[in-house]
């Protein structure tokens, strides 16, 4: 064996060894910090705190679309893998066709806004008020369109108190089937100031 490949192969091993130890010293950190907070499975989405679907007055558009928008910005990062998980908890408010569409993503758009509230098994609260301008009327008996702006804090599980905080515009279309109110579409923009 030459002294070049002498070299490069204890640099191989070095190397290795030196992976190795860093693996099996974060394995050990993992394994600490998985043991010291409770899993997602162990947990109740929002701390039992969401709204509850099924109490929500159906006959009362203003009432099912609140509740929607609220459920729509209602986010555990502990339990929940995307924002779409929001709109997810809010399909029994909506029609069978609207529900259907609420498919979770692979991937969560607002990662970076999940960033700390993660870090602290974090669950958003979130409040509306009515969007300013003419977008929400009832545009027949049976059609409504209501817009919101919706604002969320985060409430760490650990008790920190984060300042990490959010809104965006939400625009509801709803329709009266049967005396029940349904969400048939909602729109969001982010950019909302």
């Not at 008020?129 to 209501?146: E, F, L, S």
């Amino acid at each position: 064996m030459t002294p070049y490949r002498r070299t490069a192969a204890a640099l191989l091993v070095l190397s290795a060894l030196t992976f190795t130890a860093c693996g099996a010293e974060n394995t050990s950190e993992q394994t600490a910090n998985e043991t010291s907070s409770p899993s997602a499975a162990s947990l109740t989405p929002g701390d039992g705190a969401f709204i509850d679907s099924e109490s929500v007055d159906r006959s009362d558009a203003d009432a099912t679309a609140e509740a929607a928008a609220v459920l729509i910005h209602s986010w555990d990062t502990a339990t929940d893998k995307t924002q779409t998980a929001g709109a997810v908890r809010a399909k029994p408010l909506m029609s069978q066709e609207w529900a259907d569409n609420q498919v979770e993503p692979q991937r969560n758009a607002a990662q970076g806004d999940w960033l700390v509230p993660s870090q602290h098994q974090a669950y958003s609260v979130a409040s509306l008020t009515p969007a300013p301008g003419d977008t929400t009327q009832d545009v027949a008996p049976d059609k409504a369109i209501r817009a919101y702006h919706a604002h969320w804090t985060w409430n760490a599980r650990d008790g920190r108190e984060l300042k990490e905080t959010g809104k965006q515009e939400i625009v509801l279309y709803l329709e009266r089937h049967q005396g029940q109110w349904s969400v048939v579409g909602h729109t969001t923009d982010p950019t909302v100031r």
